[in-house]
């Protein structure tokens, strides 16, 4: 069951990488919009609480 839940969050972190790409490549050169870049911080923040949440739950193991 723990090894579900380990795929689960690796599963959603490879999706978040994926739409952080995409909007990093939707960025134009210039005239960046603030909007644009909250996106990106909230992806990456919810990355890095994805990250947290797989270490942790594999050193309880």
Do not use: G, N, V
């Not at 090894?3 to 995409?22: A, H, S, T, V």
């Not at 134009?28 to 797989?54: D, G, N, T, V």
């Amino acid at each position: 069951m723990r090894m579900d839940r380990e795929q689960k969050i690796e599963k959603e972190i490879q999706e978040l990488e994926i739409q952080l790409k995409d909007r990093e490549d939707a960025l134009p050169a210039h005239s960046i919009r603030p909007h644009q870049l909250l996106l990106i911080e909230e992806l990456e923040m919810a990355i890095e609480e994805k990250k947290r949440e797989l270490t942790s739950l594999r050193e309880t193991q």
